[in-house]
Structures are given as structure tokens and as C-alpha cells.
T-cell receptor
Framework: EDQVTQSPEALRLQEGESSSLNCSYTVSGLRGLFWYRQDPGKGPEFLFT???AGEEKEKERLKATLTKKESFLHITAPKPEDSATYLC???????????FGKGTRLHILP | NAGVMQNPRHLVRRRGQEARLRCSPMKGHSHVYWYRQLPEEGLKFMVY????????ESGMPKERFSAEFPKEGPSILRIQQVVRGDSAAYFC??????????FGSGTRLTVV
């Protein structure tokens, strides 16, 4: 069964304090790993798609990386507006649905 | 180009009533997905539809829940005889084939 596990569940950082969020996955034939950001009371907002081990993508202070077993979302010098829940998800090669992890709640203190 | 539109944003139903949640996908997107989210929980897949077809409903409860995506009009998630445990945020997403999902803002259902 496909599975996505995110850690930590919650993370508090000082503004400017860089860190990484982890997403471990088990999937039969990865056809895409996705990162989303979700703010309270809103729907998830797409950030990145990664397809193969070694791939990296960047957007402002965020960088996503992928290995054969896990993905990291690195956040460099975060600002309070980066506070949100970050969701990781995978798509397998059997069907078209995406399976989500429970997310990491990130809080950046000013 | 409007995003995924969900309505209503908030819905309050008494136990035993019916709830109808609507979702209009992004223009050009032919795939619609419904997810349910409980507090402190991740997004749980419910159903995947294309126009006039249910492709995968493996995440849907067997009773009281149904979904459709007609040839014309929005996708509808219908919950009959709601119970308190149905209270949650329901999100709809759409995508082109094998593309990334674009989510709507969700419908927050409260059963009283």
C-alpha cells in the first residue's frame, strides 16, 4: 500500500533560521512527488513536482529535493509569512490519484 | 482563468439532512478529485471522476455518499442523512491528464 510519512509534525523556527522538512514515501512506481502549502482555512497551493531521484526545484526560499525513498523541503532564511502547513504527496503508476501525508505545521517566529 | 470554484464555503446541516457540495473545475481540466480533511489529519482521497464517469471511488464510504460529474455543470458530492462524524472540510481538485492538482478553497461542513 502506498504510504507517505512526514516529519516533524510541527516545527517552530526563528526568522532566518534555516531547516528542512522530511517526506518519506513507499510507492509502487513513483509517477511524481508533490509539495503543497496550505494556509488555515484555505485549500492547498501547489509548490513543486519532482519525478526522479536527484531532481531539485527551487522557488524563492524553498528548495525541494528527491531521493529514491524520501524528499526534503529545505527552507532558507524563512520569514513569518512562510508559516503554513506543508503537505507532501505521491502519485503511483497504477492509477491517477495522489496520496497525501499528514503535513508539517511550520511556524516562523519574528 | 478562474481557479477551482467550490460552493458553498460553509454549510451547516442538522443530523439526518442532505448535504450537496459543488465543484467547478478549472477551464480545460477534465479530471476532478474529492478529498476530505479532518483537523490534524491529512487529506484523504474520496473519489476521482471524469465527465460522466466515476473512475475510482475507493475512498468513498459505501453508504450515504455519492458523487457525479455530469456532461454539463459542476461536480457534485452528495451526503445523505448526515451524521456528526461527517463534519469536515471537503476539498475538490482538478487537473489535466496526469498533471498536478489545483485545489479549490473547500467547503466546511458542520453537522449539528
Amino acid at each position: 500500500e502506498d504510504q507517505v510519512t512526514q516529519s516533524p509534525e510541527a516545527l517552530r523556527l526563528q526568522e532566518g533560521e534555516s531547516s528542512s522538512l522530511n517526506c518519506s514515501y513507499t510507492v509502487s512506481g513513483l509517477r511524481g512527488l508533490f509539495w503543497y502549502r496550505q494556509d488555515p482555512g484555505k485549500g492547498p497551493e501547489f509548490l513543486f513536482t519532482l519525478y526522479s531521484a536527484g531532481e531539485e526545484k527551487e522557488k524563492e526560499r524553498l528548495k525541494a529535493t528527491l531521493t529514491k525513498k524520501e524528499s526534503f523541503l529545505h527552507i532558507t532564511a524563512p520569514k513569518p509569512e512562510d508559516s503554513a502547513t506543508y503537505l507532501c504527496a505521491v502519485r503511483n503508476d497504477r492509477d491517477d490519484k495522489i496520496i497525501f501525508g499528514k503535513g508539517t505545521r511550520l511556524h516562523i517566529l519574528p | 482563468n478562474a481557479g477551482v470554484m467550490q460552493n458553498p464555503r460553509h454549510l451547516v446541516r442538522r443530523r439526518g439532512q442532505e448535504a450537496r457540495l459543488r465543484c467547478s473545475p478549472m477551464k480545460g481540466h477534465s479530471h476532478v478529485y474529492w478529498y476530505r480533511q479532518l483537523p490534524e489529519e491529512g487529506l484523504k482521497f474520496m473519489v476521482y471522476l471524469q465527465k460522466e464517469n466515476i473512475i475510482d471511488e475507493s475512498g468513498m464510504p459505501k453508504e450515504r455518499f455519492s458523487a457525479e460529474f455530469p456532461k454539463e455543470g459542476p461536480s457534485i458530492l452528495r451526503i445523505q442523512q448526515v451524521v456528526r462524524g461527517d463534519s469536515a472540510a471537503y476539498f475538490c481538485a482538478s487537473s489535466p491528464q496526469m498533471g498536478s492538482y489545483t485545489f479549490g478553497s473547500g467547503t466546511r461542513l458542520t453537522v449539528v
